[in-house]
């Protein structure tokens, strides 16, 4: 897998993620699910559960708005996939297949970006299990 | 005992098999010696209990910050609990295998956790263990409503709190007992000293690893098999917790190593036996009331969930 490069997180960026968590609520909504609650809620406590842990893990200190910003432009294949979900309902084989590959394709982009920034090698799958579970829940949250 | 020659981690793993057969033998290693990718090399040994050791000096910028001396920071800061978090993907997954297979001679703390017991294992382990108790259990029962339309499933978020705070006082409150036992006894063992509450801790997380599978196949509505694999499950786990807890209670009296060990496996037994009654107990169909008749069916509905919810906590 190429790496990303590690200096494009020099400067946080919230315009993004706040837009692609808007977006998210926005397909859901059109797909008949208002839960812009819990959309806000997940992220809000998922990036401080990430943030701890990262700071937990790296060397280097993170700042929150690192970390909110990355999970937040890592979201965006959530959207993708509640997008889908207007059209055709998720609960069967092939949503579950599609809402596992969204997932993996989230959580292993968010861990490449944050192990090239903070410079921690040997721990990608340490840092894109958790984040594998937190877009889970978002994934929950499309399918059902 | 261990040569300083090219293949110097693996020479370092037979020294480890021979200290942990015989724990009072002299070893002696060159204080530069290298691992060839800067891979972790533990420091082994904590003062006399071990006989003659030496630190190994490991090279990784990572392991740096721990060799400095500085003072030791408030357990409230993040640097505090840095040091129990630095680990990489392929020594956690060494661990978990090293948990999945025990084996008589190999004692998990001494070969796999090397003395360096990390908060990251224990800790993803409980949380996907509960996690995956409360999906499974409430996927037990969408298929037992599958297969017999007059069940009544309804979704169990409960479940979820219930497995989580269960599985993780037992991950914490049992290596908490445990360690604090093995302290008070210190006296009466002059060889090994007694484990650390992390690397305690850092044994039953990665011990409860096997029942993550064995959940996930508790799923197959086929009892005998359940128990078999439950059995099997508990087997290896309660094995890996036993040989690794023998070298410690070895030196005690015969009486408190057996009400010892076999606190361990019967602690552990009534874990596995408590997660698979109370999540995948299935709902008898004769206490659920078929909807024979429209105008029956709205007390039905109300009468189905409280009964599933009192056949759970009976």
């Known amino acids: ?144 | 005992m261990a040569a300083a020659d090219g293949l110097a981690f693996h020479e370092f793993e037979e020294a480890t098999n021979l200290l942990a057969e015989t724990p009072d033998a002299a070893t002696t290693s060159k204080s530069d010696q290298l691992t060839p990718q800067g891979h972790v090399v533990v420091a082994v040994g904590s003062g006399g209990s071990y006989g003659v050791e030496e630190e190994v000096e490991e090279e990784g910028d990572k392991t740096a910050l721990l060799q400095e001396e500085k003072p030791q920071p408030g357990f409230w800061t993040f640097s505090y609990y840095q040091s129990f978090f630095d680990v990489d993907t392929s020594q956690v997954l060494d661990r978990i295998k090293g948990s999945l297979l025990p084996r008589p001679g190999y004692n998990f703390v001494r070969h796999h956790l090397r003395n360096r017991p990390d908060l990251y294992g224990p800790f993803w382990i409980c949380a996907t263990l509960a996690f995956v108790l409360a999906v499974t259990g409430n996927l037990t029962l969408v298929l037992a409503q599958r297969r017999d339309p007059s069940v009544h499933y309804s979704p169990q978020f409960h479940k979820v709190t219930v497995a989580g705070i269960t599985i993780y006082c037992y991950a914490w409150l049992v290596p908490l007992a445990l360690w604090g036992f093995l302290r008070w006894r210190k006296g009466v063992r002059e060889r090994m000293g007694p484990y650390t509450f992390l690397e305690t801790v850092c044994i039953y997380g990665y011990s409860l690893f096997i029942f993550i599978p064995t959940v996930v196949l508790w799923l197959i509505p086929v009892p005998w098999l359940q128990w078999l694999f439950g059995a099997l499950a508990l087997a290896l786990s309660a094995a890996g917790l036993v040989f690794t807890l023998w070298p410690v209670v070895r030196e005690d009296t015969r009486l408190v190593a057996a009400v010892l060990l076999s606190a361990v496996v019967v602690l552990h037994a009534l874990l596995a036996m408590g997660c698979k009654l109370y999540f995948f107990q299935p709902l008898p169909p004769e206490h659920v009331v078929p909807p024979s008749k429209a105008t029956a069916l709205p007390p039905n509905i109300l009468l189905t969930p409280t009964m599933s919810r009192s056949m759970a906590t009976s």
């Open chain 1, 1 to 144: 897998m190429k790496p990303a490069d590690g200096s494009i997180m020099n400067e946080t960026d919230l315009t993004g993620p706040i837009l692609f968590c808007v977006a998210l609520g926005a397909t859901l909504l059109l797909a008949g699910k208002i839960q812009f609650g819990y959309v806000y809620g997940m992220s809000a406590i998922g990036c401080l559960g990430i943030h701890a842990l990262l700071n937990l893990m790296s060397s280097a200190g993170v700042s929150y708005g690192c970390v909110a910003s990355v999970l937040g432009y890592c979201l965006l294949p959530m959207v993708i996939l509640s997008s889908c979900a207007i059209f055709f309902s998720l609960q069967g084989t092939f949503g579950t297949m599609s809402a596992l590959v969204i997932v993996g394709w989230c959580s292993l982009s968010a861990s490449k970006i944050f192990i090239s920034a903070l410079d921690m090698e040997g721990q990608q799958l340490l840092v894109a299990y958790p984040c594998a579970l937190l877009y889970g829940l978002f994934a929950l949250l499309t399918v059902f």
